[in-house]
C-alpha cells in the first residue's frame, strides 16, 4: 500500500487545560517523530500571541505572532495553517498535533484545517481531553469567558459552561484523565452527554490510533451536520447513577408568551440541555436552543423544510433531508418540539409538566397557523437582536 504523503494532523481541544497538556505529552511520546503547536491566547490583550512548538524532548521554537483585526482566533487561523505547512515541507515530522487554547472550540479549527489541507495536510481526528470529575462544575459554570480571562476576542460573550458542551460534543472521541477521582455519577453524566463518543483512556495505547482514525481522515461536513439543530445526534433517554436523560418530542408548538415566561426554570432545569423547538407565532422558522451553566441561547436555524417548495429541497443537504424524513409528520412535516436534557437529580415528572404547559391548548392550536401568527410575540427582542 502507497504512503500518504501528506502530514496527519490532529487536535487536541479543552478547556480541562490539565488533561488537555497530559493528553498532548502522551501523545508526543507515543508517537515518535510528532510535534505539537500550541497558540497561547493569554497576551492576546496586550496585540501579541504566543506560538509554541514542541517535541517529546522539549521546546522547538517559542515565537510572537501579532493580532489580527483585534482577533486572537484570527492570529490563530492565519498562522496555523503556514505553520502546519511548514513542517509538512520538511517531512520530518510523522504527526502534528495541534493544542487549542482553553476557550478555542474545535470546529472552527478543523474546518480552517481541512479547507486549506490540499496535497500537504490531512485532519485524521478531533479530540477533547476531559477530566470526568470535573464535567458537572464547568458545566454549570456560567461565568463569562471574558470574566476568567478565557475570552478569544473582546466582542466574545460566550461562558464556561456553553463553550465547555460544544467542545465536549463536537469530538468523536473523548480522552480521559483523572479518572480515579471520578465516581460513577461523573461518568454516567459523561457517557449521556456524548453517547456516540469513542472514550479512550490518556494513558493507553488506544489514545495514539485514536489520533490517526481511518483512512479517510475526519470529515468535517457530518460533523457539522451532527450539531445543526435540525438533525444533531441528540442523547436518547437514559437514566444511570443518579444521571437522568429527558427526550421530550411533541408535535404542537409552543405558546410564545407562556414559553418565554418559563424560560428561566427551564434553562435552570438541567445541567445541559439543547435540540430544536416550534413557535406558533413563528410557524416557519425552525428554533435552536442551547443551554447550559443556567445561561440560554435561542436563535433561528433557518426554515422547517416543510415551509419550503419542492424546487429548494435540492439546495439543502442529504443529512438533513433524511433526518426530517424519518420524523415526518403528514399535517406538521419536520415542525415539531425536540428538546433532550442532561441532569444529576433530574426533576423528570416536573420538567415534563412545565413543558407540557407551554404547548398551545386544543382551543388555541384549533384556530391554526393563521390565528397563531396573533399570539403575542414573546420572542421578538430576543430573536430580532441576535
Known sequence: ??????????????????????????????????????????????????RLVRDASGPLSDDGTPLVDDCACCALREDLVPELERLAGAGTTRLAVVELWDSVEPKTMAEVVAAHAGDHLTLTNVITAVDPALVLPYLGNGDDLADVG????????????????RQLEYAPVLALVGREEADDEDRALLAQLHPTARRVAADSGELAEAAFAGPAGFDVEAAA??????????????????????????????????????????????????????????????????????????????????????????????????????????????????????????????LERLLESCLLTDEEYASGPDGWRHLPAAFDALLDAA
Open 225 to 350: 451536520a451532527a450539531q445543526h439543530p435540525a438533525c444533531a445526534l441528540l442523547p436518547q433517554d437514559a437514566d444511570d447513577a443518579g444521571v437522568t436523560t429527558l427526550v421530550w418530542h411533541r408535535r404542537r408548538p409552543f405558546h410564545p408568551e407562556r414559553l418565554y415566561a418559563a424560560l428561566e426554570d427551564l434553562c435552570c432545569a438541567a445541567a445541559r440541555s439543547r435540540g430544536r423547538f416550534w413557535l406558533a407565532d413563528r410557524p416557519d422558522t425552525l428554533l435552536a436552543w442551547d443551554a447550559a451553566g443556567g445561561a440560554l441561547c435561542v436563535e433561528s436555524a433557518g426554515p422547517w423544510l416543510a415551509s419550503l417548495p419542492d424546487a429548494a429541497w435540492e439546495l439543502v443537504p442529504p443529512m438533513r433531508r433524511a433526518a426530517a424524513a424519518l420524523d415526518w409528520h403528514p399535517e406538521h412535516g419536520d415542525c415539531c418540539q425536540h428538546l433532550v436534557f442532561t441532569s444529576p437529580g433530574l426533576d423528570r415528572d416536573g
Open 150 to 165: 478565557l475570552a478569544a476576542a473582546p466582542t466574545d460573550r460566550r461562558t464556561v459552561g456553553d463553550t465547555f458542551a
Open 1 to 50: 500500500m502507497t504512503r500518504d504523503p501528506r502530514l496527519p494532523v490532529v487536535i487536541v481541544a479543552g478547556l480541562h487545560s490539565d488533561a488537555r497538556k497530559e493528553v498532548v505529552d502522551r501523545l508526543l511520546r507515543a508517537v515518535p517523530g510528532s510535534v505539537a503547536l500550541h497558540h497561547d491566547l493569554t497576551g492576546a490583550p496586550d496585540g501579541t500571541v504566543r
